[in-house]
């Protein structure tokens, strides 16, 4: 459980990092509204958490499962 729990602080602080490729970040640094920029960096975190969160609900469903199965 203590290992759930530290890879789960692992992931929730890496969420609040914005990552930028080089090229999108060149165009976007050139603009003087930064609100695409923002938009950029929410888009490339929303599309890195999905599959994060995908495997987190796969690997607590057999978790779950193989408890389960322990107790009968």
């Not at 888009?43 to 009968?72: C, D, H, N, T």
Request: positive net charge; glycine residues 6%; aromatic residues 12%.
């Amino acid at each position: 459980m203590k290992r759930f729990i530290s890879f789960l602080l692992l992931f929730l602080v890496t969420i609040a990092s914005h990552a930028q490729c080089a090229m999108c970040r060149a165009v976007l640094e050139s603009e003087t509204d930064n609100s695409m920029a923002e938009g950029v960096n929410n888009g490339i975190i929303y599309l890195a958490a999905i599959p994060y969160i995908l495997m987190g609900g796969v690997i607590w469903f057999i978790y779950r499962s193989r408890k389960k199965a322990k107790q009968e």
